[in-house]
């Protein structure tokens, strides 16, 4: 008897969660009517399913939102920043090597020929710049100081 | 205070216009999805860990997460599905990296069991009294982790089965039998203090 009783168990606990559909309610009430040790497994679920509708709701600390908000500024913003210090970077990029290209294009044609070190120095180009077309090592905090003071200018 | 459930018909369209708002560039509606769920997140991660204080803080952790994912939240799920299941993953993340021991129960809890388990035909007396939720929230703790999840869901939560099969991200069965165990494992713990149960 025990041995079918735990056959039924998972049954029971469809029945107890309201996953069985009518014919299976059904099934399960004949069976509940003719078996005593049964009707004890259902009462277990039951005792424990009032216990748990027992627990109170928890509430959070006062001000979630307000010291939610903050971090979320913090993690959003230094982000953001990133991004854009990356496109102006890019932007900036592409426009001094269109500048160095056409203007060594118009020293070939006049047959001046200087090296690119040479160019750069002689037209004014930043320290930064020269490090950047020469190919030397370039720092994140070079980087991120020449988008920064070319968005100054761009203001 | 009786459960409320996370989903239901209006509040999904609600939902749905906040995140399209949020991805559309206004980053405010996301306060109104916070202030909307920080309860019911804040209280199934609280019937996971049973502290309140480290709660809060995985509260915020989800939170934090959700804003940094929604982006790419692609409205195939609820979003409560999927809150649930970022949830679920960072309790039991910090569940892992905590080490979280199951509490046991010792004779001296006997009384307030016997107590709780006979009064909770009359459920407003208990949710009155402090030890009695005490004593609710260490019966959550005394079952493994694994198994206290499907229960919470259910039981705290009131999600069927085919939703937490989706918050859990394993199959109706997987959860029927979790549940069966879970169950299994509390009325071992019960049982001492239990008359019925014997």
Redesign the interface.
């Known amino acids: 008897m025990e041995m079918e009783c735990r056959r039924w168990r998972k049954l029971l606990n469809r029945y107890v969660d309201g996953e069985l559909d009518g014919r299976g309610r059904l099934k399960v009430d004949e069976h509940l009517k003719l078996c005593g040790r049964c009707q004890g497994y259902i009462r277990y679920l039951e005792t424990t399913k009032r216990v748990f509708k027992a627990k109170r709701v928890e509430s959070p600390r006062p001000y979630f939102w307000t010291r939610l908000a903050p971090r979320l500024e913090e993690r959003g913003t230094s982000w953001h920043e990133l991004e854009v210090a990356m496109k102006r970077l890019t932007l900036v990029g592409s426009m001094v090597a269109l500048i160095i290209m056409a203007s060594l294009t118009s020293l070939y044609l006049r047959g001046e020929v200087l090296s690119l070190d040479e160019f750069l120095l002689k037209n004014g180009f930043s320290p930064e710049v020269r490090a950047v077309m020469s190919g030397d090592e370039v720092g994140f905090g070079l980087l991120m100081g020449t988008t920064l003071s070319s968005q100054e200018e761009g203001r | 205070?009786?459960?409320?459930r996370l989903n239901s018909g209006k509040p999904m369209e609600e939902d749905r216009e906040l995140i399209q708002r949020f991805k559309d560039g206004d980053?405010s509606s996301?306060?109104k999805l916070?202030?909307k769920y920080?309860?019911k997140v804040?209280?199934t991660i609280?019937?996971l860990i049973g502290d309140?204080?480290e709660?809060?803080d995985i509260?915020?952790e989800v939170?934090?997460k959700v804003?940094?994912r929604l982006e790419g939240f692609n409205f195939e799920s609820k979003f409560t599905t999927w809150l649930y299941r970022i949830t679920v993953n960072t309790s039991l993340d910090h569940m892992r990296k905590r080490k979280t021991k199951v509490v046991s129960l010792d004779s001296e809890d006997g009384k307030r069991i016997k107590e709780?388990?006979y009064l909770?035909?009359d459920?407003?007396e208990?949710?009155e009294r402090r030890e009695?939720?005490e004593m609710?929230?260490m019966?959550l703790n005394s079952i493994s982790p694994k198994y206290r999840t499907v229960?919470v869901l259910?039981?705290?939560e009131g999600l069927?089965?085919k939703e937490i099969s989706k918050a859990i991200g394993c199959s109706i069965g997987t959860v029927?039998s979790r549940?069966?165990r879970a169950?299994a494992e509390?009325?071992r713990r019960?049982e001492p203090y239990?008359e019925?149960?014997r």
């Open positions: 205070m009786p459960s409320i980053k996301f306060e916070v202030k920080e309860a804040f209280n609280y019937s309140s204080m709660a809060d509260a915020q939170f934090m804003y940094q709780l388990l909770s035909i459920p407003s208990a949710l009695l939720q609710i929230q019966l229960l259910k039981e705290i069927s089965y029927e549940l069966f169950r509390l009325r019960l239990y019925e149960l």
